[in-house]
């Protein structure tokens, strides 16, 4: 079994800076991929980030440039540095993990069999 617990989120103004943090701890193969998703009030849930074991990023198009994941595969966990913040990236914020992939992680929910509860990200203007 896999847990994965997020921590970090907060409330900021726009323009303002937060990071979030994911720690997993169980049975996790170190070279699983990891991700972040988030979800706003009435959307569904999308892909932000996500990261190969050999620290390989991949973004989505409205966050690049502002957002950054890292990992420590050490022990593990992943990180997201959020600069630049908008309104609009007020969402949940879900860590996300698979170990059927360790390259070319997919950015789709349903690919990813464990999941944090969650931490919440509010940006105001």
């Known amino acids: 079994q896999v847990q994965l617990m997020e921590s970090g989120g907060g409330s900021v103004q726009a323009g303002g800076s937060l990071r979030l943090s994911c720690a997993a701890s169980?049975?996790?193969?170190?070279?699983?991929?990891m991700a972040w998703f988030r979800q706003a009030p009435g959307k569904e849930r999308e892909g932000v980030a996500t990261v190969e074991y050999d620290g390989s990023t991949y973004y989505a198009r409205s966050v690049h440039g502002r957002l950054t994941i890292s990992r420590d595969n050490a022990k593990p966990s992943i990180d997201l540095q959020m600069n630049s913040l908008k309104p609009e990236d007020t969402a949940m914020y879900y860590c996300?993990?698979?170990?059927?992939?360790?390259?070319?992680?997919?950015?789709?929910?349903?690919?990813?069999?464990?999941w944090g509860r969650g931490t919440q990200v509010t940006v105001s203007s």
């Open positions: 996300a993990a698979d170990h059927r992939w360790t390259t070319g992680c997919p950015m789709v929910e349903e690919e990813y069999s464990y």
């Open positions: 169980g049975a996790m193969d170190r070279r699983s991929c």
